[in-house]
């Protein structure tokens, strides 16, 4: 049984949400290193004094990104208390469910459209305390729910290395929609991206994701 999993705290509102959603967008963008506090301040239309006064200098809002970034997945993939025992049907419906709110979200709105840039990101780094947040708060939290459904769909363990990579490779699909839509939508002829692609390209996940869970049953 997975461990419980945090409620997301209450959206960022004015100043600080100003300067977080130029921030996510910049670091994102250009990186840490690359991004000034100067341009923050700009692209939020405030002062740079204010970054010191929220978030205590341009390392804590870099980590308040994440943590922002964090409530969003949270938000976005919540699921609600589990029980300790689920039918495979349930499991089955929970994980599309799930991977149909999470294409959603980030092909289509606001909220979603900087959270790959950002997170992949502080995966290419290597280390870095945003990264710690990201996995502290969402990525270990909800990796081990996803796997704990993985195993009521499947009859696998939860904890072994063929659930825990097949869980990843289910995730995998819906970023790479998200990192490859501009050739996604030249190959597809799609001039935009509108709820209508959304959906086939949730229902080509989903449906990918059926053949894999029941390749994987144990008999």
């Known amino acids: 049984m997975p461990e419980s999993f945090q409620i997301p705290e209450d959206a960022p509102q004015g100043t600080p949400k100003a300067l977080l959603d130029a921030a996510l967008d910049l ?7 690359a991004t000034s506090t100067r ?3 700009a692209q939020a239309q405030t002062n740079i004094a204010s970054i010191a006064y929220h978030f205590g200098g341009k390392q804590g809002l870099h980590e308040a990104c994440a943590a922002e970034v964090a409530r969003r997945l949270a938000e976005a993939a919540a699921l609600g208390p589990l029980p300790q025992s689920l ?3 349930q499991a089955i419906n929970l994980l599309e469910a799930l991977l149909r709110r999470m294409v959603y979200f980030l092909l289509l709105g606001e909220p979603g459209a900087p959270v790959v840039p ?3 990101r502080e995966m290419s780094s290597g280390s870095s305390a945003a990264l710690d947040v990201l996995y502290d708060r969402v990525i270990a939290h909800k990796h081990r729910e996803l796997c704990h459904l993985w195993a009521a769909a499947t009859g696998q363990d939860a904890g072994s290395p063929q659930t825990r990579l097949a869980v990843f490779a289910a995730l995998g699909q819906v970023i790479y929609f998200r990192i490859g839509l501009p050739v996604i939508r030249r190959r597809m002829g799609w001039d935009t991206l509108g709820p209508t692609e959304a959906k086939a390209i949730a229902d080509t996940v989903v449906h990918s994701l059926r053949a894999t869970i029941e390749a ?3 008999p």
Do not use: C, H
């Open 27 to 33: 670091f994102g963008r250009k990186g840490f290193d």
């Open 39 to 41: 341009e923050i301040a």
């Open 87 to 89: 039918p495979a049907a």
């Open 118 to 120: 950002f997170i992949l």
């Open 216 to 218: 994987s049953r144990t």
